[in-house]
C-alpha cells in the first residue's frame, strides 16, 4: 500500500522569508500524481499545488514551489516570502493514476509564521 | 469560481442516531468521493463514487455507511447507527473525470463537522 510520510509535525517561518516543508512517500508505481493542500483554522482543505510524476520539470504556483525527486521519492512544498495568511497545516497527499483515485495523504505539518 | 458545498457545516447527534451529511458537487464533476478527518489526525479516504455506484471504499466504509447521488446535484453520506467513534470533520471533494484527464485534480468542500454524542 502507498504511504505518505511527513516528518515534520510543526515549521516556523518569518514573515517575508522562505520555508520548505518535506514530504516522502512509498509506491511501486511510476506514474502518479502529488498534491500539497492547505488547511487553514477553518479546516477547509485547499489545493495548492499538483506535480504529474511523468514531468521532471518542478511545478510552480506564484510564492509555492515543489522539489520533486522521483528516484528518492520526494516531494517537498517550498514557500517564499512567507505571508501570515500562509500559517495553516498543510498536507502532502498522493494519488495512483491507473488504479482508482484515492487520495493517501501524510500526517500534515503546521506552519506558524511569526510578524 | 465553482465550488464545493456541503451542509450542515455541524451537526450534533446522539449515539445510535442516523445522521445525512449532504454535499453539491461542481456541476461538471463526474467524480465524487468522501474522506474523513478525526481531530488531530490524518484525512482518510471512506468512499468514492461513479456512474451511480461505488468505485473504491476503504476498511472503515462499513455496512454503517452508504452513500447516494438522489438526484442530479446532491451527494449524501448516511451513517445509519453513529458511534462515538464517528465523531469527526467529514469532507465531500469532486473531479472532472476518473483519470481520463491528466490533471484529474480532487476540489473539496468546508466540511461538516459530526459531533456523537
Keep these: ?3 505518505v510520510t511527513q516528518s515534520q509535525p510543526e515549521m516556523s517561518v518569518q514573515e517575508a522569508e522562505t520555508v520548505t516543508l518535506s514530504c516522502t512517500y512509498d509506491t511501486s508505481e511510476s506514474d502518479y500524481y502529488l498534491f500539497w493542500y492547505k488547511q487553514p483554522p477553518s479546516r477547509q482543505m485547499i ?6 510524476a511523468y514531468k521532471q ?3 510552480t504556483e506564484n510564492r509555492f514551489s515543489v522539489n520533486f525527486q522521483k528516484a528518492a521519492k520526494s516531494f517537498s512544498l517550498k514557500i517564499s516570502d512567507s505571508q501570515l495568511g500562509d500559517a495553516a497545516m498543510y498536507f502532502c497527499a498522493y494519488r495512483e493514476v491507473e488504479y482508482g483515485n484515492k487520495l493517501v495523504f501524510g500526517a500534515g505539518t503546521i506552519l506558524r509564521v511569526k510578524s | 469560481e465553482p465550488e464545493v458545498t456541503q451542509t450542515p457545516s455541524h451537526q450534533v447527534t446522539q ?3 442516523e445522521v445525512i451529511l449532504r454535499c453539491v458537487p461542481i456541476s461538471n464533476h463526474l467524480y465524487f468521493y ?3 478527518q478525526i481531530l488531530g489526525q ?3 479516504f471512506l468512499v468514492s463514487f461513479y456512474n451511480n455506484e461505488i468505485s473504491e471504499k476503504s476498511e472503515i466504509f462499513d455496512d454503517q455507511f452508504s452513500v447516494e447521488r438522489p438526484d442530479g446535484s446532491n451527494f449524501t453520506l448516511k451513517i445509519r447507527s453513529t458511534k462515538l467513534e464517528d465523531s469527526a470533520m467529514y469532507f465531500c471533494a469532486s473531479s472532472e473525470a476518473p483519470g481520463l484527464a491528466r490533471t484529474d485534480t480532487q476540489y ?3 466540511g461538516t463537522r459530526l459531533t456523537v454524542l
Design chain 1, 47 to 52: 489545493l495548492v499545488i499538483r506535480q504529474e
Design chain 2, 42 to 44: 490524518k484525512v482518510e
Design chain 2, 15 to 17: 449515539m445510535g442516531q
Design chain 1, 57 to 59: 520539470q518542478n511545478a
Design chain 2, 34 to 36: 468522501w474522506y474523513r
Design chain 1, 1 to 3: 500500500a502507498q504511504t
Design chain 2, 108 to 110: 473539496f468542500g468546508p
